[in-house]
């Protein structure tokens, strides 16, 4: 994968280029927010590494504006220990996953290349659904509703696409954890209600009495009304 790195601290951002370049990667690092944005939208990358803390722009905005130009490219979130506010703050900036420091080099390496499988597993045949009016070009990773286009971060693609798929039954959010984050199922399961919640607010016409994306209480969650 073509890695874009994103680290103001020295040792750390020489770490991780060493450590993902030794996987096999060819990664670019730089340490503002400024030029990883510039960076980010000028050449294609498979992947972007981005600390939160950054001089000159922060990496929530940075996250942003490339969410907002590159809607399917996966970004990896490095926090700072037990910010629970960080976390949360990145996921709905639109990244897909985080890290939080300090995290072994194993743990890493593992995150990223689950990141880049899941995107780049292009499913056969139209990669589309619709329900309650709603449009979904997963491939695109866009929702339309009437004339109303809205971009979807990867994540929400994977999420939206599994329940799709197992819409005959209620997935639990230890499944989704598994299969849309390729985490263990023991690691927060509030990362899932997190990230429907942000998701309503952008496909739903009404956040509050969902349609698409269904809570089953005691459960998990499931696709469409019934
Ligand atoms: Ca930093």
């Given amino acids: 994968m073509k890695i874009l790195v994103v680290e103001d601290e020295p040792v750390l951002r020489d770490g991780l280029v060493e450590l993902l370049s030794g996987a096999g990667h060819s990664v670019e690092a730089v340490s503002d927010g400024l030029s990883a944005t510039r960076w980010g939208l000028e050449t294609s990358f498979d992947l972007v590494l981005l600390d ?11 996250c942003q ?39 072994g080099a194993k743990e890493l390496l593992a995150r990223v290349e689950a990141l880049g499988r899941r995107a780049k597993a292009a499913p056969a045949g139209p990669d589309v659904a619709e329900t309650d009016d709603c449009h ?30 197992h819409r005959a039954r209620t997935v639990s959010r230890a499944e989704l954890l598994e299969q849309v984050w390729g985490a263990r199922a023991d690691m927060e399961t509030r990362t899932v ?13 009404d956040p ?9 209480k005691g459960v998990g969650y499931a696709w469409g009304k019934r």
């Fill in 52 to 62: 939160l803390m950054l001089p000159k722009l922060d990496g929530l905005e940075v």
């Fill in 65 to 103: 504006r490339l969410r907002k130009a590159r809607p399917a490219l996966p970004i990896l979130m490095l926090t700072a220990r037990g910010s629970e506010e960080d976390k949360v703050r990145g996921l709905r900036t639109g990244a897909d996953d985080y890290v939080t420091k300090p995290f």
């Fill in 136 to 165: 979904f070009d997963f491939g695109r990773c866009e929702a339309r509703r009437g004339k109303q286009i809205t971009a979807l971060t990867p994540r929400e693609v994977g999420l939206l696409r599994w329940l799709h798929r």
């Fill in 193 to 205: 209600d997190m990230t429907v919640a942000n998701l309503r607010q952008k496909i739903e016409r």
């Fill in 208 to 216: 509050a009495n969902p349609r698409i994306v269904v809570s089953v």
